[in-house]
């Protein structure tokens, strides 16, 4: 080293007007994509971990159904006083089935075909509401504007049926309620527009008709709608995975090498 000159050892970790010095890189990320990237990554994991609540309440589900459908029949007036303790629970329903107001639920899939789930009122016997019957899944057909046949004649009936939760649909238009004609298709089940159209009330809860009992259609019963726990957690593995790879790309794209000395910026 000659008279007058001195070096400098540089530091690892510094950090400058570009970013923070690591070695030889430097991670200079932007506002805009730091903002970004902080908005997906979470929304990420949001979404992951909403997707394992659900896994979980379709476990809990399963669970209760396996108990409740091994417990012996009782009649519906007993579980009325408190539901949610007997759903999934095979009841007993003795009346007449309100034949001239049934409602097509739509939306319901078998086996990959589009259909409708039948839901029927039943008057109860020696009672003052009625229940909502689910009779089993039906064909849209070749055209929406021809619905499917549905009617029967019968009297009163005394029929079997697994007691459960209405299914919760979310809206982004009509529901169907306030067309005119039977049946009527719907995109939810609404018991109070239904009780102000039949003029009686309802059982809050839905009566899955026994596979072995008549005028039905096709049953395959399970305790919750739509995809089982299992896909949850797929679908959560995959939003924790698209998290972790918007991380990692977010440190890759903005994190650069120094260049050695005498090479060119």
Do not use: C
Request: hydrophobic share 45%.
């Amino acid at each position: 080293m000659r008279s007058g000159e001195y070096t400098v050892a540089p530091r690892e970790h510094r950090s400058d007007r570009r970013g923070v010095r690591l070695g030889p890189v430097v991670f200079a990320p932007g506002l805009v994509p730091t903002l970004v990237s902080i908005v997906l990554f979470v929304l990420s994991i949001g979404l992951g971990l909403w997707q394992l609540g659900r896994a979980d309440s379709k476990l809990a589900q399963q669970a209760q159904f396996d108990t409740s459908t091994r417990a012996s029949v009782i009649p519906l007036a007993d579980a009325v006083a408190d539901l949610p303790a007997h759903w999934y629970r095979q009841v007993q329903l003795r009346g007449s089935f309100d034949a001239e107001h049934q409602l097509l639920l739509d939306n319901r899939t078998h086996q990959g075909v589009a259909g409708y789930h039948v839901l029927t009122p039943l008057r109860l016997s020696h009672q003052r509401f009625g229940a909502l019957v689910n009779r089993g899944w039906v064909p849209v057909g070749q055209r929406r504007e021809l619905l499917p046949d549905v009617s029967f004649s019968t009297g009163a009936v005394d029929i079997q049926g697994l007691l459960t939760p209405a299914p919760r649909v979310f809206l982004l238009g009509e529901s169907g309620y306030e067309q005119a004609g039977w049946p009527r298709v719907v995109q939810s089940i609404d018991f109070g527009e239904l009780e102000a159209l039949l003029g009686y009330r309802l059982v809050p809860a839905v009566v899955q008709l026994a596979p072995g009992e008549a005028d039905g259609f096709v049953r395959t019963w399970s305790p919750y709608v739509g995809i089982g726990p299992e896909r949850h957690r797929a679908y959560a593995v995959q939003w924790f995975s698209l998290a972790f790879a918007l991380l990692a790309f977010y440190v890759i794209v903005n994190t650069r090498r120094i260049p050695t000395e005498g090479g060119r910026r």
